[in-house]
């Protein structure tokens, strides 16, 4: 019998994008379950008792929960290991790409909602410290392709959902531009043309219009 794989998420969550890019590398078939975050399934709180949040992958009726988890968990599990490792074998270079995963996840992902919640110089402020952030990962993407050398690493399955949704959907003036940052932009590139990350983007429209809605129930909270 196959595994049974199944990934509680919200189309627009850059943390569930994270998970599917991971599910669409490694080609594993998976039934998508969206879910209503106002009104969230009774599986949904059984699976994730703690945060109560998507992403959570159910394999085989056993829960995993918080993205970067996941990822690890999807690229490590025996049933799908293969060739295509998500983190150097290096020790200390694999503690260097879970430091800027982290980096992604924590103070990247504070700046970003600076940015939604403020206007006026405040906004201003976030976006300059936000581009700061993209200047440090981009020291660490070096020359390579991809912040995982030839293949996407943790790091890029990380950034992938952040940068690619501010610059594709042109969200907040498209601060994150060819000009400021041509080689994060270049990368973003890179990584959107792999069919496993591009399929994944939900349609532009949509996406724009759950973008102004969530901004004006922001302002109106
Ligand atoms: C964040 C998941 C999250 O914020 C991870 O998986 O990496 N650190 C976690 N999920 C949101 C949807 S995406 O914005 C969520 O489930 N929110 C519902 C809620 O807060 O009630």
Request: proline share 5%; net charge negative; glycine share 4%.
């Amino acid at each position: 019998m196959g595994d049974e794989v199944i990934l509680l998420n919200f189309w627009l969550s850059p943390y569930g994008m994270r998970v599917r890019i991971a599910l669409e590398e490694k080609g594993i078939k998976f039934d998508n379950r969206e879910e209503d975050l106002s009104h969230k399934s009774p599986l949904l709180l059984q699976m994730n008792p703690v945060h109560k949040k998507i992403p959570v992958l159910i394999h085989n009726g056993k829960p995993i929960c918080e993205s970067l988890i996941v990822v690890e968990y999807i690229y490590i599990d025996e049933v799908w290991n293969d060739k295509s490792p998500l983190l150097p074998s290096d020790p200390y270079q694999r503690s260097q790409a879970r430091f800027w995963a982290n980096y992604v996840d924590t103070k990247m992902y504070e700046i970003a909602s600076m940015i939604w919640r403020s206007e006026g110089e405040e906004k201003e402020a976030a976006k300059e410290e936000f581009l700061e952030g993209v200047q440090l990962l981009k020291e660490q993407l070096g020359d390579k392709p991809y912040f995982g050398g030839d293949n996407l690493g943790l790091v890029d399955v990380a950034l992938i959902p952040f940068i690619c949704y501010y610059h594709n959907y042109n969200i907040c003036d498209n601060f994150i531009n060819e000009a400021r940052c041509p080689k994060i932009i270049a990368w973003s590139k890179r990584c959107t043309l792999k069919q496993t990350v591009s399929k994944l983007f939900p349609e532009e429209k949509r996406a724009k219009e759950f973008v102004s809605q969530k901004r004006k129930d922001l302002k109106n909270e």
